[in-house]
């Protein structure tokens, strides 16, 4: 059960009110809706061409072994792409302001193996709602040889973990598609979080059962059916969910996980300090945001701080509307966490991994 936890009501700052109204007049002021636009359309061709074109070269067997496991190391490319630039903002219901739309393009979760509803409520509800908060954020949940929280159980291989954890990265999508998403259903099904949050427990399991048995089939018994030997189907499954887990992972990782943002423990009483928002910028942080390369390939995450505040606006906007929240921050004298370039931020990471894994990092209180 989740316990009961109220963010303030009352913004001293009127930080929230005032960087609504500006990003509101922003897209009135230039008439554009929140939603994707043909930029969106045009990555959804991009990534599902990283994905199934491969996918059909595997098919197809006219490459030789080390062509087909280049395909699955794309495929891999493909399917974080698939990930992070158009299921993730279909779930958020920013791809497209058409209903159907929207709710096609969720199932793409689904497509490469995923489910959209465990990710829902995992993402949508928990991680957007109790941002780094322990036992209500499950994303800094304490993961098998990993300690992501200051208030995690902290264990003697800990203090390697910031050698070890892009390992256990590349791992991560694989062990989703195969073990997570079954043991959240369970989970959410039994607490209850899954009629509560507005879904069907009978109607989610089946969907979530069928769906794999499609992906499975399609990614692992359709090919040997065909005649690709299934050792190289094999092997090429896991390399593509290693590029998938390694590049996905670090990208979520490095919006919370790194120097600045806080962890926040719960206050006895449910009540917090801050509002809602001001939670938000003071546990993401950006990275990033100039390299227009990196934002085209991670779908606009590297603007975390942006999509946490206005997570049903489409990441296509997120560039524009970073200096409104910015200044904005800046303004109200309110913390606005940037990483200029990548590989600070995944060094601010590691850093950050080494400083958890030696106990030496302490939680903020939210009273």
Same mark, same amino acid.
């Given at each position: 059960m989740i316990p009961t936890v109220k963010f303030a009501r009352k913004d001293p700052h009127n930080f929230f009110p005032t960087i609504r109204k500006r990003v509101n007049e922003y897209f009135e002021k230039n008439k554009i809706k929140k939603t994707g636009n +043909? /930029?969106?359309?045009?990555?959804?061709?991009?990534?599902?061409?990283? *994905?199934f074109i491969p996918l059909a070269l595997i098919f197809a067997q006219v490459l030789p072994v080390w062509g087909a496991l280049i395909c699955y190391l794309l495929m891999g490319l493909g399917n974080s792409g698939i990930g992070l630039c158009v299921m993730h903002d279909a779930n958020h219901g920013s791809y497209?302001? %058409?209903k159907w739309v929207n709710t096609l393009m969720e199932y793409t979760t689904n497509m490469i193996g995923a489910s959209s509803f465990t990710w829902k409520i995992q993402h949508n509800v928990l991680h957007h709602? *109790?941002?780094?908060?322990?036992? /209500? &954020?499950?994303?800094? &949940? &304490?993961?098998?040889? /990993?300690?992501?929280?200051?208030? #995690? @159980?902290? @264990?003697? *291989? $800990? @203090?390697?973990?910031?050698?070890?954890?892009p390992l256990l990265y590349s791992l991560a999508t694989l062990s989703w598609v =195969?073990? @997570?998403?079954?043991?959240?259903? %369970?989970? *959410?099904?039994?607490? +209850?979080? =899954?009629e509560r949050c507005g879904f069907n427990p009978t109607r989610e399991t089946i969907i979530m059962i069928a769906s794999k048995l499609f992906y499975y089939f399609y990614m692992l018994v359709l090919p040997i059916m065909l005649g690709v030997t299934w050792w190289v189907v094999i092997l090429g499954f896991v390399l593509m969910h290693a590029v998938s887990g390694l590049l996905i992972t670090f990208v979520f990782q490095l919006a919370h996980l790194v120097e600045g943002p806080e962890h926040t423990d719960i206050p006895h009483d449910g009540k917090m300090n801050n509002t809602w928002a001001i939670h938000q910028l003071r546990s993401t942080a950006n990275?990033?945001?100039?390299?227009?390369?990196v934002t085209f390939l991670v #779908? #606009?995450?590297?603007f975390q701080i942006e999509h946490h505040l206005f997570?049903?606006?489409? $990441?296509?906007?997120?560039?524009? %509307?970073?200096? %409104?929240?910015k200044n904005a921050a800046k303004e109200f004298n309110l913390p606005y966490h940037e990483f200029g370039k990548v590989h600070e931020a995944v060094i601010s990471h590691m850093k950050i991994l080494k400083l958890l894994g030696q106990g030496e990092m302490q939680v903020h209180s939210g009273a």
């Open positions: +043909g /930029l969106l359309y045009l990555k959804t061709i991009v990534v599902f061409s990283f *994905y497209s302001r %058409i709602s *109790y941002t780094n908060m322990y036992e /209500l &954020d499950e994303d800094i &949940d &304490d993961k098998p040889f /990993l300690r992501l929280s200051p208030e #995690g @159980k902290l @264990k003697w *291989y $800990h @203090k390697f973990q910031h050698w070890y954890a =195969t073990r @997570k998403d079954f043991k959240q259903l %369970i989970n *959410y099904n039994k607490s +209850g979080m =899954t990275f990033a945001t100039k390299n227009k390369l #779908g #606009g995450l590297n997570p049903t606006i489409s $990441h296509i906007h997120y560039e524009k %509307i970073s200096e %409104i929240v």
